[in-house]
């Protein structure tokens, strides 16, 4: 593996807003209580996004006032295994697509089968 490659945090949440902005309307519309975030450092290597929360299969009448689900993009981790700008535009998408995908409620192996 070669250099990290070096973005800055603002490019970086660009590219967010950009993978974000691929996500099928129909979908989108249906996202609930989420925020998603970007953060420089992840809680432990390789991890390069993480889902909190309740998935939308999972809610129920008893879901209310609760804090709204968080999605973090880990910048550094998605930096660091990245070869070239045109990886860390591919990986951001997937782990956008992936995270959003547990929000869902759809689980890591299902999302590994479709590629994610």
Request: hydrophobic content about 45%; glycine content about 14%; charged content about 25%.
């Given at each position: 593996?070669?250099?990290?490659?070096?973005?800055s945090r603002d490019d970086f949440e660009d590219l967010v807003g950009q993978a974000l902005d691929t996500i099928p309307p129909e979908l989108a519309g249906h996202m609930r209580n989420v925020v998603i975030v970007v953060e420089d450092h992840a809680p432990e290597r390789?991890?390069?996004?993480?889902?909190?929360?309740v998935p939308l299969t999972e809610r129920g009448d008893?879901?209310?006032?609760?804090?709204?689900?968080h999605i973090s993009i880990y910048r550094d981790e998605i930096l660091r295994i990245c070869e070239t700008p045109e990886d860390v535009?591919?990986?951001?998408?997937?782990?956008?697509?992936?995270?959003?995908?547990?929000?869902?409620?759809?689980?890591?192996?299902?999302?590994?089968?479709?590629?994610?």
């Open positions: 593996m070669g250099a990290v490659i070096e973005m390789g991890l390069l996004g993480l889902y909190e929360g008893w879901y209310a006032g609760v804090l709204p689900d535009v591919e990986e951001v998408r997937i782990t956008v697509v992936h995270e959003i995908a547990h929000h869902f409620g759809i689980d890591d192996d299902r999302l590994h089968r479709l590629g994610y």
